[in-house]
């Protein structure tokens, strides 16, 4: 066999061929093993601030409720944003062989944060559907309580791109610190709306309503289980 052959194969043709394959790989970011230009970290501050303006909205709302409509457009403008946001981290983490972050905890965190902003999109738009005429004063504390929690999620995000691990950790607990608010204000929402409401069909209605709010909440507290096991992973 020619020295300058494997199998048949020219050496000096398939290095050729890997180089040209190197070459053609690096000059394309969407495709290749080791893309130049993908910060998963900023991509996630965009998810996390896209979630903090619906807070944000969703507290206005309740505060301001003649502006219902007008309102719950807007939160579903961001949630669609949102879900174009989290597509792309799909996309790319299919497309992207080294990650800075385990693959499974990148996707489990768009997943979980994606689904907070279903559930502030559904509460809302329960609202319009059901007619609802006015927030009640728990349905505000929730929301702002919410909120909170949001901007808490887009601090530790932050947080944990600049590697500064302990203010993971402090994050993480101040959201289940909320999220332990969030779901005792569920309770006492519950306990009122049984006790002092007498239609049966505006009791279903705030239910569901609440429950939405609180699911956000305990989605709010999956995240921070995530940062958490990420923080113990590379602290």
């Known amino acids: 066999m020619d020295a300058g052959s494997l199998f048949g194969i020219d050496i000096g043709s398939l290095f050729l061929y890997h180089n040209h394959n190197i070459a053609t790989t690096e000059g394309n970011n969407d495709m290749g093993i080791f893309p130049k230009d993908i910060d998963f970290f900023e991509i996630f501050d965009r998810v996390a601030l896209n979630i903090t303006k619906a807070g944000v909205l969703l507290v206005a709302l309740m505060e301001n409720f003649d502006r219902l409509e007008e309102r719950a457009k807007e939160i579903y403008e961001v949630e669609q944003e949102g879900d174009i946001v989290t597509h792309e981290i799909m996309k790319k983490l299919n497309k992207t062989f080294i990650t800075p972050i385990d693959r499974e905890d990148l996707y489990d965190l768009a997943s979980r944060l994606d689904d907070i902003l279903d559930l502030i999109w559904g509460a809302v738009d329960r609202m319009v559907v059901f007619k609802i005429p006015s927030a009640t004063k728990e349905a505000i504390a929730m929301s ?17 791109k600049e590697k500064q691990y302990s203010h993971v950790q402090d994050c993480c607990i101040e959201i289940n610190r909320l999220e332990n608010i969030i779901d005792r204000d569920f309770r006492d929402a519950l306990g009122k709306l049984f006790d002092e409401v007498k239609d049966p069909i505006l009791i279903i209605k705030w239910k569901e309503i609440y429950e939405h709010l609180e699911d956000a909440s ?13 923080v113990l992973k590379y602290a």
């Open 144 to 160: 702002k309580d919410l909120l909170a929690t949001t901007e808490i999620i887009h601090k530790a995000i932050q947080k944990l």
């Open 218 to 230: 305990d989605k709010c507290e999956d995240v921070a289980n995530i940062l958490e096991a990420i």
